[in-house]
């Protein structure tokens, strides 16, 4: 299984918390959307396979693909792939889209302070 984890502060006051995994929900759901753009594909069962979770009670997020050699086919660095496939398909897209992923985090914590 290859898996990516998102995590936010636990200081945050409990009426925020809501917010704060809607956010992270959808912060995980744009990694994976991004990531599965990048997963190398021959049937697409590595793909299909890829699901964006999040644990409100301890407000963590995370995206993850779960077939048999999903942590294989993630960290081989000298498989060939289709052009836009390639390696490091989630590590890439978590790092890729950490500002984006802020973003909407701290949107949707705005949006409760209202």
Same mark, same amino acid.
């Given at each position: 299984?290859?898996?990516?984890?998102? @995590?936010?502060? *636990?200081?945050?006051?409990?009426?925020?918390?809501?917010?704060?995994?809607? =956010?992270? #929900?959808?912060?995980?759901?744009?990694?994976? =959307?991004?990531?599965?753009? +990048?997963?190398?594909?021959?049937?697409?069962?590595?793909? /299909?396979? =890829?699901?964006?979770?999040?644990?409100?009670?301890?407000? +963590?997020?995370?995206?993850? $693909?779960?077939?048999? $050699?999903? %942590? +294989?086919? !993630?960290?081989?660095?000298?498989? /060939? !792939?289709?052009? =836009? *496939? @390639?390696?490091?398909? #989630?590590?890439?897209?978590?790092?890729?889209?950490?500002?984006?992923?802020?973003?909407?985090?701290?949107?949707?914590? @705005? @949006? %409760?302070?209202?």
């Amino acid at each position: 299984m290859t898996r990516a984890r998102l @995590r936010l502060n *636990r200081s945050i006051p409990r009426e925020l918390g809501a917010a704060g995994a809607r =956010g992270l #929900l959808l912060g995980a759901e744009h990694v994976l =959307g991004i990531s599965n753009d +990048r997963v190398p594909l021959d049937e697409a069962a590595l793909q /299909r396979s =890829g699901t964006a979770t999040v644990d409100e009670a301890d407000l +963590r997020a995370a995206v993850a $693909y779960d077939t048999p $050699y999903a %942590a +294989r086919q !993630h960290e081989e660095l000298t498989w /060939r !792939h289709a052009p =836009g *496939r @390639r390696a490091k398909f #989630l590590e890439s897209a978590l790092n890729d889209s950490a500002v984006e992923v802020r973003d909407v985090i701290a949107a949707e914590l @705005r @949006r %409760a302070l209202r």
